[in-house]
């Protein structure tokens, strides 16, 4: 339990990146009801460690605790996602119905399509920098990997995300 001090503190610094939390969660799991489970107890977790907590980035210092919460469910409930990269076979959706082709002619719904198809890492990625508006160093500091490394992650992931959307567009359009 915290300090009535450290309480106050802890809504302050890391309660206004709840929405932030629950978004990245969302899309590294790919499902609402499991995104909310794994934020509620990455912030009972937040909570729970504050104390160690020494001041800088607490937006970074959350989403890496929600990241990690994200990844060990992954690696408990959804395995094979974690060992799966992308694979245009495993990947493909099924023969579009023209209810389908309507609700894919909305660009965002295109877009969100094409990210879930990513990867779990190749979309936090993407989602931390485009989405969340992280910096490059904030992603380092979430993900515990080198700057020169999320630069070039963001590069492939981008790079993935393009052939998608491309080759979408090219079904839609035959």
């Known amino acids: ?101 309507a609700a894919q002619a909305d660009e965002h719904r295109r877009l969100k399509d094409a990210l879930q198809a990513l990867p779990p890492r190749a979309r936090e990625v993407l989602i931390l920098r485009e989405l969340e508006g992280c910096s490059y160093k904030e992603i380092g500091e979430i993900t515990g990997i080198p700057i020169g490394t999320v630069m070039s992650s963001l590069s492939r992931a981008r790079e993935r995300l393009q052939q998608i959307l491309t080759r979408t567009a090219a079904k839609e359009a035959s």
């Open 1 to 101: 339990m915290l300090h009535p001090e450290e309480e106050a503190r802890f809504a302050q610094l890391v309660l206004p990146h709840l929405d932030s939390a629950n978004n990245l969660a969302r899309w590294i799991l790919r499902n609402r009801a499991d995104a909310e489970d794994v934020v509620q107890e990455a912030m009972l977790r937040a909570y729970r460690f504050f104390s160690r907590f020494r001041g800088g980035n607490a937006r970074a210092w959350l989403l890496q605790i929600v990241r990690n919460n994200c990844y060990t469910w992954l690696e408990k409930n959804r395995p094979a996602e974690l060992m799966t990269e992308f694979d245009e076979e495993l990947h493909l959706r099924p023969a579009a119905t023209p209810e389908s082709l």
